[in-house]
């Protein structure tokens, strides 16, 4: 019943009755998913000047980092150097497929760059061509061409291959080039690089295999399995996913030629270890105070996964943020936000460990939380990350007393819309603590939490 009046003796008065029925409504409609490949919205590092180190783009996601090769001026024949050309110093990129990714997460995945061999076998074949072509430009007498070339042959064959030189001076006869002896012998290291078979005969003691010297003895003892199959850099992935977000984590090695060892990149040179997070959603939005779509004064839960790497170890586990939306906008700050990263395993099904102080014993990590994360709007997007006020504590499950980390932060941004809030939530997160975390080094997670009924 209801009635509207001053007075019910009014002849104003109006009363009346009412019956209403229950309409059911279907439940909001929701984005579908799709097979990790678009990237709306992305959280990558970056570098001291603010530089991106990794891009996600057209179903790509490049890694950029400094790129390392031969010092030819030591004598060591494994010796690196930053590589610098024009005075810059040369970034390497990897690119690799997101479908790729996607496809083989769970698991950690190898994805190898460029052959040492095929590149040396590309650059030889190249400078032989560029050497047949000049001598019908150069007499026999001009070696003004001739040995630039061939001495770059040689550097060619120590900073790709084997890490010494070889060829010595271009060969000459009675004072003047010897062009065919040179073709020939060009020609019989190029046919040596075309299999793993012809580079081990090239290689065998006691042979006039070329890469063998007047001593009977190769340039250089080789493993050829291992040196066909070296490449200059390769990049391990572990990757994860949930409906609206994709994340992973990296690690690089780099070898400076065909029979040297791999050398894990552990610096802060854009190299990694570290992480990425990217999610098919739009960032969300958030345009003015009373926006339906944004619940002012709520809190939410967002609940899923996370990849984390430290030094060349691989770990796994959940993440769990806890958020409070502020009643209205305190200048661009939207909330507050609590992340607990828990139950971390490497690959092999073992605990993440903390050593106490004197490493005496070391204790297994239950939870990782940092706490009282701002949530920010920047340009009408929603963001975390964390401030002066934010606080880290590492918790164990024998509930021994918590320990504080050195450092830690939180980065990352909401994504999607809806009636209840964000969809979901993807980001950036690193502990570091004087060496007693897991292997010692800095610990970079990324992670997709998506928003619990």
């Known amino acids: ?29 929701r984005p579908a998913s799709d097979l990790g490949t678009s990237a709306a919205t992305t959280v990558v590092p970056r570098g001291g000047g603010g530089e991106p180190l990794a891009e996600i783009r057209d179903g790509v996601l490049e890694l950029r980092g400094t790129q390392y090769g031969a010092d030819l001026g030591t004598d060591d024949p494994d010796d690196e150097t930053e590589v610098f050309r024009g005075g810059e110093r040369v ?3 990897h690119l690799l497929g997101l479908h790729q990714l996607f496809d083989e997460q769970g698991s950690e995945q190898l994805h190898g760059g460029h052959s040492l061999v095929e590149m040396a076998r590309g650059e ?21 061409f001739r040995e630039p070339v061939w001495e770059r042959i040689d550097e060619h064959i120590r900073y790709w291959l084997f890490g010494f030189g070889w060829l010595g001076e271009y060969p000459t006869r009675r004072g003047r080039a010897d062009d065919q002896t040179a073709l020939e012998t060009l020609d019989g290291v190029l046919e040596a690089l075309e299999s793993p078979a012809a580079l081990e005969a090239a290689l065998q003691d006691y042979t006039d295999g070329v890469f063998v010297g007047r001593n009977g003895r190769p340039i250089r003892e080789v493993d050829v399995r291992e040196a066909w199959d070296r490449v200059e850099s390769r990049i391990w992935v572990w990757t994860g996913s949930s409906r609206y977000t994709r994340f992973g984590a990296w690690r690089k090695q780099t070898a400076v030629n065909a029979v040297a060892d791999y ?14 997070a990217y999610s098919p959603l739009p960032q969300t939005a958030y345009t003015r105070d009373g926006d339906p779509r944004f619940p ?3 809190s939410a839960t967002y609940s899923g996964e996370t990849v984390a790497v430290q030094g060349t170890t691989f770990y ?10 502020h009643d209205a906008w305190q200048g661009a700050e939207a909330g507050r936000l609590w992340a607990a990263i828990s139950g971390l395993r490497n690959d092999h099904g073992d605990w993440l460990t903390y050593a106490e102080a004197g490493g005496t014993r070391r204790r297994f990590v239950d939870t990782m939380r ?16 964390d401030d002066s006020s934010s606080q880290a504590t590492i918790r164990f499950t024998d509930r021994a007393a918590p320990a504080t980390p050195e450092a830690a ?12 809030g964000p969809l979901a939530a993807i980001g950036l997160w690193t502990v570091e603590s004087g060496g007693r975390l897991g292997s010692g080094g800095r610990m970079r997670g990324a992670f997709g939490a998506e928003l619990a009924p």
Request: proline residues 2%.
């Open 263 to 276: 050398v894990d990149r552990l610096e802060l040179d854009g190299n990694g270890p570290d992480a990425f």
């Open 296 to 298: 002012l004064g709520a």
């Open 91 to 93: 970034e390497q990129a």
């Open 1 to 29: 019943m209801w009635s509207v009046g001053h007075d019910r003796l009014d002849s104003t008065w109006m009363a009346g009755g009412f019956g209403a029925d229950r309409v059911a409504t279907g439940p909001e409609s």
């Open 124 to 144: 030889i074949e190249r400078l032989r061509g560029a050497l047949l072509q000049s001598f019908r430009l150069f007499d026999r007498a001009d070696m003004s």
């Open 370 to 385: 940092i706490a009282n994360v701002a949530i920010l709007v920047d340009s009408g997007k929603v963001r975390f990350a």
């Open 316 to 325: 796994t586990g959940t993440v769990d943020l806890r958020v409070r939306w």
């Open 409 to 420: 932060s939180i980065e990352g941004k909401f994504v999607g819309n809806s009636k209840d």
